[in-house]
């Protein structure tokens, strides 16, 4: 069997989430988030992309419901022990299959958390989830239940963040090796993805971000390549992984002599993170970390050429993306503790001068503050 906790840490983290149930009045859960399954029982697959849904009674019993591609998976990456699948037809009607599902479990009439926050839940089998369970039961939007609880990374969590970040470094190394006038950004994506998976790491939950020229100012993946120019600009944001945890980072490499106005933005993007680290403290929340990073900027000059959010919490995520609960945005009331894994970025785009300047990495909230997990410099990179 493939698990990566043991069997006692999956069990607690059960019997807290249960505490939260009790603590909402809910008599079970109806998980369809693939973080959720994963931190809870192991269970790893991509099968969420179908109606799946993992049912945890108050009482901690447990049910899934899958398709037959993934009952194997879940018999070896799981603790899930009741391993139900309904089979793929045109008459298909698997809310219905999970209806009875909880009629078995004497929830007719009960009170149950669903994650409608899903990507494993589309708006078409929400719709369908709704009418099946209508008059049934009654179903209450837990979709930040598990995540809260997720937030906090035990010391095995934070092992495989600090093994996450070792891979992002290594990385970026083979990046920076590469990075020249007519190098290919195909090469550079090739080698960045190799050095983590020659680490044993994982496939990152979205697409590493590449772009160059008037590309380096977006921050997010887009199709096509190109030859890097002699003067020119390269934007990278990428994640070293390890066991689907994350430790994300962000660079603006610059090739040929930067100019005067790039150079200060390196710098007020360094000022910036170090201000917001600071704030990554227990006690503190993620609006005031967030107001470090406009506060720098904008003092700089630069309020119009910012973003208005400034990272978010990372850990155990998959596709379409590594960004977790909760964000670093203006005012957000969410309170910061010690064993939070959070991704700060700095983003700098000048379109007027066709500028970018980035700088991140990722962060663990200690009892006192934050360690920053990467080991690479924060100099600018000029080739």
Same mark, same amino acid.
């Given at each position: 069997?493939?698990?990566? &906790?043991?069997?006692?840490?999956?069990?607690? =983290?059960?019997?807290?989430?249960?505490?939260?149930?009790?603590?909402?009045?809910?008599?079970?859960?109806?998980?369809?988030?693939? +973080?959720?399954?994963?931190?809870?029982?192991?269970?790893?697959?991509?099968?969420?992309?179908?109606?799946?849904?993992?049912?945890?009674?108050?009482?901690? =019993?447990?049910?899934?419901?899958?398709?037959?591609?993934?009952?194997?998976?879940?018999?070896?990456?799981?603790?899930?022990?009741?391993?139900?699948?309904?089979?793929?037809?045109? +008459?298909?009607?698997?809310?219905?299959?999970?209806?009875?599902?909880?009629?078995?479990?004497?929830?007719?009439?009960?009170?149950?958390?669903?994650?409608?926050?899903?990507?494993?839940?589309?708006?078409?089998?929400?719709?369908?989830?709704?009418?099946?369970?209508?008059?049934?039961?009654?179903?209450?939007?837990?979709?930040?239940?598990?995540?809260?609880?997720?937030?906090?990374?035990?010391?095995?969590? *934070?092992?495989? /963040?600090?093994?996450?970040?070792?891979?992002?470094?290594?990385?970026?190394?083979?990046?920076?090796?590469?990075?020249?006038?007519?190098?290919? +950004?195909?090469?550079?994506?090739?080698?960045?993805?190799?050095?983590?998976?020659?680490?044993?790491?994982?496939?990152?939950?979205?697409?590493?971000?590449?772009?160059?020229?008037?590309?380096?100012?977006?921050?997010?993946?887009?199709?096509?390549?190109?030859?890097?120019?002699?003067?020119?600009?390269?934007?990278?944001?990428?994640?070293?992984?390890? =066991?689907?945890?994350?430790?994300?980072?962000?660079?603006?490499?610059?090739?040929? *002599?930067?100019?005067?106005?790039?150079?200060?933005?390196?710098?007020?993007? +360094?000022?910036?993170?170090?201000?917001?680290?600071?704030?990554?403290?227990?006690?503190?929340?993620?609006?005031?970390?967030?107001?470090?990073?406009?506060?720098?900027?904008?003092?700089?000059?630069?309020?119009?050429?910012?973003?208005?959010?400034?990272?978010?919490?990372?850990?155990?995520?998959?596709?379409?993306?590594?960004?977790?609960?909760?964000?670093?945005?203006?005012?957000?009331?969410?309170?910061?503790?010690?064993?939070?894994?959070?991704?700060?970025?700095?983003?700098?785009?000048?379109?007027? =001068?066709?500028?970018?300047?980035?700088?991140?990495?990722?962060?663990?909230?200690?009892?006192?503050?934050?360690?920053?997990?990467?080991?690479?410099?924060?100099?600018? &990179?000029? /080739?």
């Amino acid at each position: 069997m493939a698990l990566h &906790f043991t069997r006692e840490e999956l069990a607690e =983290r059960r019997t807290q989430t249960c505490a939260a149930m009790a603590a909402a009045s809910l008599d079970g859960l109806l998980l369809f988030r693939q +973080e959720s399954m994963f931190y809870l029982t192991g269970y790893d697959t991509f099968g969420y992309v179908f109606f799946q849904c993992l049912y945890l009674g108050a009482d901690g =019993r447990m049910t899934l419901l899958t398709r037959a591609p993934d009952l194997r998976q879940a018999q070896q990456t799981s603790v899930i022990e009741d391993i139900r699948v309904w089979a793929d037809s045109p +008459e298909a009607r698997p809310a219905e299959a999970l209806r009875d599902i909880l009629a078995e479990h004497g929830h007719r009439e009960g009170r149950l958390g669903v994650e409608y926050e899903a990507y494993g839940l589309t708006a078409r089998s929400g719709q369908r989830l709704d009418a099946a369970l209508a008059g049934f039961c009654t179903l209450v939007d837990a979709s930040e239940l598990v995540s809260r609880q997720r937030v906090v990374k035990s010391p095995a969590e *934070q092992a495989y /963040v600090r093994r996450a970040a070792v891979l992002a470094d290594e990385a970026l190394a083979e990046a920076q090796q590469l990075v020249r006038p007519g190098a290919f +950004e195909g090469d550079i994506l090739a080698a960045m993805h190799s050095a983590i998976f020659k680490g044993g790491g994982d496939y990152p939950g979205n697409e590493f971000i590449i772009g160059s020229g008037p590309a380096a100012l977006l921050c997010r993946y887009y199709t096509g390549r190109r030859h890097l120019d002699a003067n020119d600009q390269l934007t990278l944001e990428w994640a070293g992984v390890d =066991r689907h945890y994350h430790a994300a980072m962000m660079r603006t490499i610059r090739i040929g *002599q930067p100019p005067p106005r790039q150079i200060e933005m390196h710098q007020v993007a +360094e000022a910036a993170l170090h201000a917001v680290e600071a704030k990554l403290t227990p006690g503190r929340t993620f609006g005031e970390a967030y107001a470090a990073h406009a506060q720098t900027l904008d003092a700089a000059g630069y309020q119009a050429h910012r973003l208005n959010a400034c990272g978010y919490s990372l850990g155990t995520t998959f596709a379409p993306n590594w960004m977790d609960w909760p964000m670093l945005y203006a005012d957000n009331p969410v309170v910061m503790a010690p064993g939070m894994i959070i991704f700060v970025h700095i983003i700098i785009f000048d379109s007027e =001068r066709n500028l970018a300047m980035t700088l991140g990495r990722t962060s663990l909230v200690g009892a006192t503050g934050a360690e920053a997990l990467s080991q690479a410099p924060l100099d600018l &990179f000029v /080739v």
